[in-house]
């Protein structure tokens, strides 16, 4: 990974946000607990967390749109 874990956290903001109105829409979010290694850690939060989905939304919406706006090798990773 060409970025710094300091350099990432603003990007990674900024295309959390752009998802952050889908989780909201289903009564989720999504709480950025740590970026290390060129991978995000992060909590689904509500109606997120522990649903049958959880895993599609994590890998096809929230991983896919922060590939799309940083870097194709970035990884998301569901903790808590």
């Known amino acids: 990974m060409i970025f710094s874990d300091e350099e990432l956290q603003a990007p990674v903001n900024d295309s959390i946000q752009k998802v952050r109105p ?3 829409k289903d009564g989720g979010d999504i709480k950025v607990l ?3 290694n060129g991978r995000v850690y992060v909590e689904l939060q509500g109606a997120c967390k522990g ?3 959880s895993t599609n939304t994590l890998k096809n919406r929230i991983q896919h749109q ?3 706006d940083i870097h194709p090798d970035i990884e998301v990773i569901q903790e808590g």
């Open 34 to 36: 740590r970026i290390q």
């Open 22 to 24: 889908y989780l909201l």
């Open 51 to 53: 649903c049958p989905s």
């Open 66 to 68: 922060l590939r799309m």
